[in-house]
């Protein structure tokens, strides 16, 4: 006459794992769509602009130094002058704002 747990949670079968999954697959997609994919494509630009930089082209540092680029190494470095006579080694990936871009060189 009277059920028992063994048999009431039978009763919930295949359906009901699926349901309690829901709400948790529902948080990670609103995560991702929120959080992490923004996140992606700010970084991807930032590569974008720290790819593009060239002599001449005034940056701003993480740390709020402005300078010039003065030379373009190969090797993850910039040569930024700040004033007349003072340059200072920067990564590339510490540059966190491009003020003005020099135009291409015409070939």
Not at 7 to 34: E, H, K, N, R, T
């Amino acid at each position: 006459m009277f059920a028992t747990p063994a048999y009431a949670q039978a009763a919930d079968g295949v359906g009901g794992a699926f349901a309690s999954f829901v709400p948790l697959i529902l948080i990670f997609a609103i995560m991702y769509f929120l959080l992490i994919r923004p996140q992606q494509k700010k970084v991807k630009e930032h590569q974008k602009m720290v790819e593009a930089l060239r002599r001449g082209d005034q940056v701003v540092t993480a740390g709020g130094l402005i300078g010039k680029v003065s030379k373009v190494k190969e090797d993850g470095e910039l040569e930024v002058e700040l004033s007349e006579g003072v340059k200072v080694r920067v990564v590339k990936s510490t540059i966190s704002q491009v003020l003005n871009k020099t135009e291409p060189a015409k070939s």
